[in-house]
T-cell receptor, first 111, second 112 residues
């Protein structure tokens, strides 16, 4: 089974800073997901990617398949970006549910 | 927009009670999932279903059962609640295997 490691576990930054959250995994995958969970519980899917880079607004996700590593970047961070960010991977040949989740990165953006 | 609705945000039950957690999705998704989320452990899959009346065990099915009588509804049942089932429970759905998940807002269950 894939092992998914996220770093850092906790991150506090000032508004406007550039944020990077990292995710590494141990076994080949077909896709990697980045999820966002706000206080209160609901989880939103931000990106699903299998190669290269995706951008949505101030969020950018990259993946390096050879190095088994992905990063989530937030530009011009804002207090509303404060949330837990979760990385999840689907292994090659994974069935209806082959997702393995990281433990999450707790991000706090201070005004 | 896909909506996944969980019937309760907060629930307090006593040890030994039978507990039903309900989840409804409105986008005709094939797959539905129940996860629990605990501090330091991340999301763990309890059960999933890829079709009506079909169910598959996830990583931690012990102490739980599920029911999917209709495509839009997936219920999680705790036959006899125990204190170690105190957790956040999250329901999710997806249209096909390799697609993003759509999550409900979660149910925070406390068993006393």
């Amino acid at each position: 089974k894939n092992e998914v490691e996220q770093s850092p576990q906790n991150l506090t930054a000032q508004e406007g800073e550039f944020i990077t959250i990292n995710c590494s995994y141990s076994v080949g995958i077909s896709a990697l997901h980045w999820l966002q969970q706000h206080p209160g519980g609901g989880i939103v899917s931000l990106f699903m990617l299998s190669s290269g880079k995706k951008k949505h607004g101030r969020l950018i996700a990259t993946i390096n398949i050879q190095e088994k590593h992905s990063s989530l970047h937030i530009t011009a961070s804002h207090p509303r970006d404060s949330a837990v960010y979760i990385c999840a991977v689907r292994e090659l040949g994974g069935g209806a549910d082959g997702l393995t989740f990281g433990k999450g990165t707790h991000l706090i953006i201070q005004p | 927009d896909v909506k996944v609705t969980q019937s309760s945000r907060y629930l307090v039950k006593r040890t030994g009670e039978k507990v039903f957690l309900e989840c409804v999705q409105d986008m005709d998704h094939e797959n539905m999932f129940w996860y629990r989320q605990d501090p330091g452990l991340g999301l763990r899959l309890i059960y999933f279903s890829y079709d009506v009346k079909m169910k598959e065990k996830g990583d931690i099915p012990e102490g739980y059962s599920v029911s999917r009588e209709k495509k839009e509804r997936f219920s999680l049942i705790l036959e006899s609640a125990s204190t170690n089932q105190t957790s956040m429970y999250l329901c999710a759905s997806s249209p096909y295997s390799n697609s993003p998940l759509h999550f409900g807002n979660g149910t925070r269950l406390t068993v006393t």
